[in-house]
C-alpha cells in the first residue's frame, strides 16, 4: 500500500488549495479514505472522510462548509479542497486509509502553510 499526498503550499489566508493523494497497492474503490493533518505541538486530528461506496462524507466541525472531500476510483485518488483557509489550518496534512484487517496505512504528508 502507498499513498502519495500532494498539493500543499504557501497560501494567504482567505485563499484555496487543492490536496491530492494518489493510492496505489490495494482495491482503492473498495476501502474508505480519510484526511487527516497534524499541526505543530499539536495531536493528529480528522479532518474529512469519504466512503468507498456511497461516497457519503464526514467533516470536522472546524472545516465543515470550508473543505470537500472527494474521490475518483478511476484515477486512485482523493481529494481535499480546502477554501477559505486560516491560519489555524496551517498543518502537515496525511492520507489515510485502514486496509482488511484494520491496519492503518499513511502518507508521508504535504505541508500547508496559511500566511500573509
Known amino acids: 500500500v502507498q499513498l502519495v499526498e500532494s498539493g500543499g503550499g504557501l497560501v494567504q489566508p482567505g485563499g484555496s488549495l487543492r490536496l491530492s493523494c494518489l493510492a496505489s497497492?490495494?482495491?482503492?474503490?473498495?476501502?474508505?479514505m480519510s484526511w487527516y493533518r497534524q499541526a505543530p505541538g499539536k495531536e493528529r486530528e480528522l479532518v474529512a472522510d469519504?466512503?468507498?461506496?456511497?461516497?457519503?462524507?464526514n467533516y470536522a466541525d472546524s472545516v465543515n462548509g470550508r473543505f470537500t472531500i472527494s474521490r475518483d476510483n478511476a484515477k486512485n485518488t482523493v481529494y481535499l479542497q480546502m477554501n477559505s483557509l486560516k491560519p489555524e489550518d496551517t498543518a502537515v496534512y496525511y492520507c489515510?486509509?485502514?486496509?482488511?484487517?484494520?491496519?492503518?496505512?499513511w502518507g508521508k504528508g504535504t505541508l500547508v502553510t496559511v500566511s500573509s
Open positions: 489515510h486509509t485502514k486496509g482488511i484487517w484494520g491496519t492503518p496505512y
Open positions: 497497492g490495494f482495491t482503492f474503490s473498495r476501502y474508505a
Open positions: 469519504i466512503t468507498s461506496t456511497s461516497g457519503s462524507t
